[in-house]
């Protein structure tokens, strides 16, 4: 049996175990799937500001949400239009025209953040505050934890190094 060493076309090409060449590959926990089949029809109608950042986030169940971030609010795709995932108390969001949402998905809940506003977190419809958490350029997560970086939160103020 050969072990499947990835995506190498700078190794010589006779290697056991590489791929030198490859398409709609794309890497999983245990190994390379297949990527999504594309999709067409869906999202004909454009986003009614200018999109400051978007992400397709896979749940446990391998469905998927694709969300979008303006300077107000948040959305999500459904089917041929956009839904309003905006929080439902707090208003609308802040963030500068250069400043950017970035997701991540943990389990079944969506994250968004940006340097201007809480941790927003959705599991099935709109967006709420993660009361206590700090404002942050970034989210990722890595197995069970949550990481933020480049924070802003009251005891520390605005942290560009610190996560």
Same mark, same amino acid.
């Given at each position: 049996m050969i072990k499947w060493e990835g995506y190498a076309p700078d190794l010589e090409q006779t290697t056991p175990g590489i791929f030198i060449n490859c398409a709609n590959t794309v890497p999983t926990l245990k190994g390379f799937a297949g990527s999504p089949s594309p999709q067409s029809g869906l999202l004909s109608v454009a986003l009614v500001a200018v999109c400051q950042g978007a992400k397709n986030l896979t749940k446990i169940d391998q469905s998927t949400r694709f969300f979008a971030g303006t300077g107000t609010k948040l959305y999500e795709a459904a089917a041929t239009a956009w839904t309003d995932r905006t929080r439902a108390s707090g208003g609308d969001? #802040? /963030?500068? &025209?250069?400043?950017?949402?970035?997701?991540?998905?943990?389990?079944?809940?969506?994250?968004?953040?940006?340097?201007?506003?809480?941790?927003?977190?959705?599991?099935?419809?709109?967006?709420?505050?993660?009361?206590? #958490? /700090?404002? &942050?350029?970034?989210v990722e997560v890595v197995g069970p934890f949550v990481f933020l970086f480049d924070t802003n939160e009251a005891t520390y103020s605005d942290t560009p190094n610190r996560w």
């Open positions: 969001y #802040s /963030p500068a &025209a250069d400043v950017r949402w970035r997701f991540a998905q943990y389990g079944d809940v969506s994250l968004a953040v940006t340097k201007t506003d809480l941790l927003q977190f959705s599991t099935t419809a709109a967006f709420a505050d993660v009361a206590g #958490s /700090p404002k &942050a350029s970034i």
